[in-house]
């Protein structure tokens, strides 16, 4: 471990779009890479029932619409869990469209020369 955290392998290792698994001491992390460069670690539990929320699909969602209107937005960029369809903004990790969301518990990250670090 360095002062950035945990090395979980080189940008490349992870590709756009999609969630890879890493461990990090006991803990089973998402490693998400957006199409704008971020890169975003998870830990791999819907706070909802314990799902593998990283086992999921990285896609967009459908908002609340007006009658007759139907537009599906921020793909990429939502992480839906596999168990029950709840879906996560991968960014900040809120629950979308609750009253009362939950929250995916997240990991800061950093890129150094090429190396994604993890602080737990």
Same mark, same amino acid.
């Given at each position: 471990? $360095?002062?950035?955290? =945990?090395?979980?392998?080189?940008?490349?290792?992870?590709?756009? #779009?999609? %969630? /890879?698994?890493? !461990?990090? @001491?006991?803990? +089973? &992390?998402? &490693?998400?890479?957006?199409?704008n460069? +971020?890169?975003?670690? &998870?830990?791999? /539990? %819907?706070?909802?029932? #314990?799902?593998?929320?990283?086992? #999921?699909i =990285? @896609?967009?969602?459908?908002?609340?619409?007006q009658?007759? $209107?139907? *537009?599906?937005?921020r *793909?990429? +960029?939502?992480?839906?869990?596999?168990?029950? #369809?709840? +879906?996560? *903004?991968? !960014?900040?990790?809120?629950?979308?469209?609750q009253d009362?969301?939950? /929250?995916?518990r997240?990991?800061?990250t950093?890129?150094?020369?090429?190396?994604?670090?993890?602080?737990?």
């Amino acid at each position: 471990m $360095s002062k950035n955290g =945990v090395n979980v392998g080189q940008v490349a290792d992870f590709p756009v #779009g999609k %969630c /890879r698994l890493v !461990k990090v @001491g006991d803990v +089973e &992390i998402g &490693i998400v890479r957006l199409a704008n460069g +971020e890169v975003h670690a &998870i830990r791999n /539990r %819907c706070p909802h029932k #314990g799902a593998p929320v990283c086992k #999921g699909i =990285v @896609g967009g969602t459908w908002p609340p619409s007006q009658v007759g $209107s139907l *537009d599906f937005v921020r *793909d990429g +960029e939502v992480l839906i869990c596999p168990w029950h #369809g709840y +879906e996560y *903004d991968i !960014k900040t990790g809120v629950e979308l469209y609750q009253d009362s969301p939950t /929250r995916l518990r997240k990991y800061q990250t950093t890129i150094e020369s090429g190396s994604v670090f993890v602080t737990i």
